[in-house]
């Protein structure tokens, strides 16, 4: 499905799914003047299409101890450690994303650690890997 098979309702239903991805659909219905049944048949056409390609949450990491929030830009040493690198991040629950980046460094990682020491250690077995730049957040704005 490319924009121009999508039509504005589908694009409307989207958008209240992106607001808040758990709206009931006849809620959505309400609001792009469907009926619930409708608006499931369109989401499940999205799914199928692969438009929609799942649902999250949001979530406060500080509730749960998880207050150290840090973003790591990475240096390979080696063009040859990529896929070990990979596999590396795929096993570590503390890196939550990672990008492959173009510009200054190889990789861009977001990573959430209850405390200073467990961001040390992580960014001491990044070491075998590399070097790194960090930068912590302060506070999420938006």
Request: proline content about 1%; aromatic content about 8%; hydrophobic content about 40%.
């Amino acid at each position: 499905m490319t924009n121009s098979t999508m039509d504005d309702i589908d694009l409307r239903i989207l958008n209240c799914l992106l607001e808040r991805a758990d709206l009931p659909h006849k809620e959505i219905g309400q609001r792009v003047h469907l009926t619930g049944q409708a608006v499931g048949a369109r989401v499940r056409k999205l799914q199928e299409l692969g438009v929609i390609e799942g649902y999250t949450i949001r979530w406060n990491p500080d509730k749960i101890g998880l207050s150290v929030h840090a973003f790591v830009t990475v240096f390979m040493t080696s063009n040859h450690a990529h896929q070990t690198f990979q596999s590396f991040v795929q096993h570590k629950e503390q890196i939550v994303e990672l990008h492959r980046v173009g510009g200054e460094g190889c990789y861009w990682m977001r990573v959430r650690v209850g405390t200073q020491a467990e961001l040390t250690a992580l960014l001491d077995e990044l070491l075998q890997y590399g070097n790194y730049k960090v930068s912590l957040s302060i506070g999420q704005m938006k």
